[in-house]
């Protein structure tokens, strides 16, 4: 019971944090924190076929499929947005290899964790990854946090500490 309760408590955190409630009273779910929601379902579908990767082929081979895989749906983005390809300039690319090498080192160290535990543990746990880049929002690009935003990232890092503490493995 403590470990749904947890899990619930982090979901209605990321809900709290991620969506945008005026644009659901005007119907326009579908545009800004509606995305993020619709993201959120396709996230949730991936991570039990990650694990079922990683039980059958290994960390190495579940990167290589999963990067290879994506990058045709990078394309096909661009293309439906009709975006062309810029080239960045010098602090640019180094902000772009930082938030690769953040990434891609978080995909490894999540992988790792999702091999040693179930995905009901670890899945809520990452989401609290939400509270990392609502602060860092603040801090790097000067957003502020509503009384809502605030309340699901309590809810969130209450869940978390529950999971991650007090339910036995």
């Given amino acids: ?7 619930l408590a982090v979901l209605a955190g990321a809900f709290l944090i991620s969506v ?14 509606g995305y993020e929601f619709v993201a959120v ?5 991936s991570v ?6 990683l039980q059958r082929i290994g960390e190495a081979n ?56 179930d995905v009901a543990l670890i899945s ?5 990854s939400l509270l990392v880049s609502v602060f860092l929002a603040r801090i790097y690009l000067g957003e502020k946090m509503t009384k809502k935003e605030l309340a699901g990232a309590l809810l969130i890092l209450l869940g978390v500490v529950v999971l991650s503490t007090l339910i036995p493995i």
Avoid: Q
């Avoid at 019971?1 to 899990?7: E, G």
């Avoid at 379902?41 to 579908?45: A, I």
């Fill in 48 to 53: 039990p076929f990650e694990k079922f990767l």
């Fill in 62 to 117: 579940t990167i290589f499929y999963i990067g290879i895989l994506t990058i045709p749906f990078i394309f096909l983005a661009k293309l439906v947005m009709r975006e062309r390809f810029v080239r960045p300039d010098k602090k640019l690319l180094k902000i772009g290899i930082a938030s690769g090498l953040a990434d891609g080192a978080a995909f490894v160290l999540y992988l790792l964790a999702l091999k040693g535990a």
């Fill in 124 to 128: 809520p746990i990452v989401a609290s």
């Fill in 20 to 33: 945008n409630f005026s644009r659901i009273k005007n119907l326009k779910l579908i545009s800004g924190s």
């Fill in 1 to 7: 019971v403590l470990h749904v309760v947890s899990i």
């Fill in 41 to 45: 379902l396709f996230v949730g579908m």
